[in-house]
């Protein structure tokens, strides 16, 4: 009898401090706010200095622009199945086009496109998906295949760095189908999602493209796609239709974000608005945003890129 009292009273506080530590993030009061919606499908979120969010729709090979307080408009409509995005430090829109096997940069001012990587090993990548990039330009990649456009795999999928002058190398091999890959803002910590595997895993980050410490941190129970961080160290984790569930820099759960705030469906999120305290997520063919208490991290973009 003592022990089913004492797992009673476990069970009761750990319920207890689940719901409070989530309410500690979200702002009271309002839930999910549609800003657009039509889409084929969007994705990779990535906002600017100022915190105005551009977001792709690889079915329709556009990205579009949200200047924060006004209307969604079309920014590009030819990126190619285009899909995880971030400003790079010289304020470029750096972006995945999947199908078009290659990672790019965009002017947002000009809108010249150069290429950063498009081969490895003397051929073609599968899919490049998302991508987050560290102090030195260069930037960590995924290239699961989704078979967006009916393509092949052609090489195992998994995590590559490309240098800022243009070397890739394989960085990790663990996972079944890696999604998103998100960098901690001092550059120690690197995150990657194995969708498949419906895993989180962790790596020390020893150097640009250095990784060590390899660990499977969150079982997630769901397929993670996406991810972004608060200014906590809280990691956001887009599940789809379990939608983004967050937990604080020791791997421990913290609470969802799902139909009760009134997010569907979670394909990416990212941090924006004024003070980065709004949380955009990309929700199929919706783009949505919540208000939050905590802010979260910041673009490395150095300066307002408003086309």
């Not at 073609?124 to 699961?144: C, H, I, K, Q, V």
């Not at 120690?188 to 660990?215: F, Q």
Request: glycine share 10%; aromatic share 12%; hydrophobic share 35%.
């Amino acid at each position: 009898m003592k022990y089913l009292v004492y797992c009673s009273i476990l069970f009761f506080t750990t319920a207890a401090f689940a719901q409070p530590a989530l309410n500690e993030l979200v702002a009271p009061g309002p839930k999910a706010v549609v800003l657009g919606e039509g889409y084929g499908f969007c994705e990779g979120p990535a906002a600017d200095a100022v915190g105005n969010i551009y977001f792709s729709d690889g079915k329709d090979d556009t990205i579009h622009f949200y200047p924060y307080g006004r209307q969604v408009e079309k920014f590009v409509t030819d990126s190619f199945d285009c899909n995880g995005m971030m400003f790079n430090g010289l304020g470029e829109l750096c972006v995945c086009e999947g199908a078009a096997f290659q990672v790019v940069a965009i002017n947002p001012r000009t809108k010249a496109k150069r290429v950063l990587v498009d081969k490895i090993e003397g051929g073609r990548f599968n899919e490049p998906n998302d991508l987050s990039l560290d102090a030195e330009n260069g930037f960590y990649f995924t290239d699961p295949n989704y078979r967006h456009r009916g393509q092949e795999t052609v090489r195992k999928e998994d995590v590559y760095y490309v240098s800022k002058t243009g070397e890739v190398s394989r960085v990790s091999t663990v996972c079944k189908q890696p999604n998103g890959v998100l960098l901690t803002p001092d550059d120690k910590i690197l995150y990657v999602a194995d969708c498949a595997g419906k895993t989180i895993y962790r790596y020390n980050v020893d150097g640009p493209g250095k990784l060590s410490a390899e660990k499977l941190w969150i079982d997630l129970g769901a397929h993670p796609d996406g991810m972004s961080l608060d200014s906590k160290g809280n990691l956001y984790i887009s599940c789809g239709p379990a939608g983004v569930k967050i937990y604080d820099p020791a791997g421990k759960a913290i609470g969802t974000l799902s139909k009760d705030h009134d997010v569907p469906y979670a394909s990416n999120c990212t941090f924006g608005g004024p003070n980065f305290s709004i949380l955009y997520i990309t929700s199929a063919d919706k783009f949505i945003g919540i208000p939050m208490k905590v802010p979260g991290m910041k673009s490395r973009c150095p300066g307002p890129e408003i086309p």
